[in-house]
């Protein structure tokens, strides 16, 4: 059913369906009218070493778990995202165990610190992955990243290399080029999603102020904090200072997913849309980008997140479909290539 190309640039097999072929609709439609139950989820809160929690959200436990299947959402994102109830519902009835790790402040309560997340957030993502390793020391753990988190797990992938704590990882609709991102989801249409976006980033924003004192540690006061309008703003005066970064264009260069593309050492799957409002074709990477381990997956069509399929009163997305057969692909040939050491020793 489908054809996974390790170390090129090729095809998907999705065909938008015909009353979904604009990228808005495809954006929008399956996060308000998609056909879906929801999932319920149990949540666990871990304290992190330097005195700040993650809220995980664990999915249904399966009778028997041979696989861990990690989900990082987008941006604003969290359990509650279609996209990741959506993934949750098509993994049900494996034996795999679900989890979502909610990055700080996702999960309906601002988080501790001043710090928060970004695109090149890793430290969180890793920490927490030694935990799982803990917990389940024999099973493999699989990376699924949406959008941001998509970004995230690519550079994780690609700074860790060998030492990767994934055995396979899939990246969706991820921002590979931070600065073009920024610069597209600002013109035309696409301001629709920056607004929405940064008005639930400010609101974040507005409840930390009130809690902690950010004198010196970010670029504006509170009265300011309606003036960050794009990304840009924010990143500038908000995300660069916070996180050790010179500005926005030091955090974009130093974050951005295209440029780890080729260290990562595991079977990693990168899906995009060309036609994706949030961004783009400088993010579109060049064969040459991509390690032999990274197979990178388009469509002309699919939005940002979006794939739907299906009619209009009953749509699905084809993301879940995909992604569960790469997973189930990699954990047969780990497992293959498991038993074949075995013998040979």
């Not at 330097?50 to 994102?77: I, S």
């Not at 940064?198 to 309606?226: A, C, H, P, W």
């Not at 940002?304 to 209009?312: D, E, L, R, S």
């Amino acid at each position: 059913m489908f054809n996974t190309q390790f170390g090129q640039k090729y095809l998907a097999a999705y065909q938008a369906p015909a009353w979904c072929k604009n990228p808005h609709l495809q954006t929008i439609w399956p996060r308000f009218f998609g056909k879906r139950d929801l999932v319920p989820m149990t949540i666990e809160r871990v304290d992190t070493p330097d005195g700040d929690f993650l809220d995980l959200a664990w999915g249904p436990e399966p009778q028997e778990t041979q696989a861990v299947v990690v989900l990082f959402h987008g941006l604003e994102g969290s359990k509650d995202s279609h996209y990741i109830q959506d993934m949750v519902q098509t993994c049900m009835g494996k034996p795999w165990q679900v989890v979502l790790m909610h990055f700080r402040g996702c999960s309906g309560e601002p988080n501790r610190t001043h710090r928060a997340y970004h695109s090149g957030e890793t430290s969180d993502a890793l920490w927490f992955t030694e935990q799982l390793r803990q917990r389940y020391p024999d099973i493999p753990l699989c990376g699924v990243g949406y959008s941001l988190g998509g970004n995230m797990l690519l550079k994780l992938a690609g700074e860790t290399k060998v030492d990767n704590p994934f055995s396979a990882c899939v990246s969706v609709s991820a921002p590979l080029r931070l600065d073009e991102c920024a610069k597209a989801i600002s013109e035309g249409f696409s301001q629709i999603y920056q607004r929405k976006l940064l008005n639930s980033m400010r609101t974040t924003l507005r409840q930390k102020f009130t809690q902690l004192d950010y004198k010196g540690k970010v670029r504006i006061d509170e009265s300011q904090i309606n003036n960050l309008d794009t990304f840009e703003k924010f990143d500038e005066n908000i995300t660069a200072p916070l996180h050790g970064f010179a500005s926005a264009n030091d955090y974009y260069q130093k974050c951005s997913g295209m440029q780890f593309l080729k260290y990562i050492t595991v079977p990693t799957l990168v899906l995009h849309a060309l036609d994706d409002p949030f961004m783009n074709q400088a993010v579109v990477p060049g064969a040459q980008a991509l390690s032999p381990s990274v197979a990178y997956e388009y469509s002309p069509r699919g939005g940002h997140v979006g794939f739907a399929q299906g009619k209009p009163w009953s749509t699905s997305t084809w993301l879940g479909t995909r992604l569960v057969a790469f997973i189930t692909e990699q954990l047969a040939s780990e497992k293959n290539m498991n038993a074949h050491s075995g013998v040979t020793k």
